[in-house]
């Protein structure tokens, strides 16, 4: 399909271990978000890029936490020295810019479980 | 700071029935207000939105109804199917629909047949 793709599906690691996740965005979408979905917090912001522009980090939640986007296209999120508070499904986005009420497209997520 | 805030928390609908779920937010800024359904192992899909120039959006057995003077918004699902039983989220943003979306903390409808 044309979706977006993470991967991911499922990672288990232990406490203070760094985790790579993946997002493959729908082709052609320029803007790309990751959000956080925890039982306690629901879903929340993380970090959105917009074409070769600075990206808007304002919701990262320490900076353990990094993102970064090669080649306008796969993002990587990073958490280093993870804790066990950072468990939950981490959800990409995508949507295409330049034209109105173009819909954030969503992946089905990586769940992380830190033990 | 819960910026939207949805209720109710759960939900649970005779099929054939009309399921409502209530948002309100303090942000006057916000100018996107979408609805996403969300069913278990999956990713959040965008279901209708809407723009705060208009008082009501119609898809199908799906409506959202916008009250920009209380700064609320609702979302009706007509003929309630079991097929609809997943979360619903309402959520806005600022800068349309490429605006980081804020989420309220979602309903879980249960449409019993």
């Known amino acids: 399909g044309a979706g977006v793709s993470q991967s991911p599906s499922n990672k288990v690691t232990e406490k203070g271990k760094d985790v790579e996740l993946r997002c493959d965005p729908i082709s052609g979408h320029t803007a790309l978000y990751w959000y956080r979905q925890s039982l306690g917090q629901g879903l929340e912001f993380l970090i959105y890029f917009q074409g070769n522009s600075a990206p808007d980090k304002s919701g990262l939640p320490s900076d353990r936490f990094s993102a970064e986007r090669t080649g306008g296209s796969v993002s990587t999120l990073t958490i280093q020295r993870t804790q066990q508070e950072d468990s939950a499904v981490y959800l990409c986005?995508?949507?295409?810019?330049?034209?109105?009420?173009?819909?954030?497209?969503f992946g089905d997520g990586t769940r992380l479980s830190i033990l | 700071q819960q910026q939207v805030k949805q209720s109710p928390q759960s939900l649970i609908v005779q099929k054939g029935g009309i399921s409502i779920i209530n948002c309100a937010y303090e942000?006057?800024?916000?100018?996107?207000f979408p609805w996403y359904q969300q069913f278990p192992g999956k990713g959040p899909a965008l279901l209708i939105a809407i723009r705060p120039d208009v008082s009501e959006k119609k898809e199908g057995r799906f409506t959202i109804s916008f009250n920009k003077s209380a700064k609320q918004f609702s979302l009706h699902i007509m003929d309630s199917q079991p097929g609809d039983s997943a979360t619903y989220f309402c959520?806005?943003?600022?800068?349309?629909?490429?605006?980081?979306?804020?989420f309220g903390k979602g309903t879980k409808l249960s449409v019993k047949p």
């Open positions: 986005a995508s949507s295409r810019l330049g034209r109105d009420n173009q819909p954030q497209h």
């Open positions: 959520a806005a943003s600022i800068g349309g629909s490429q605006g980081n979306l804020i």
């Open positions: 942000n006057t800024a916000f100018d996107y």
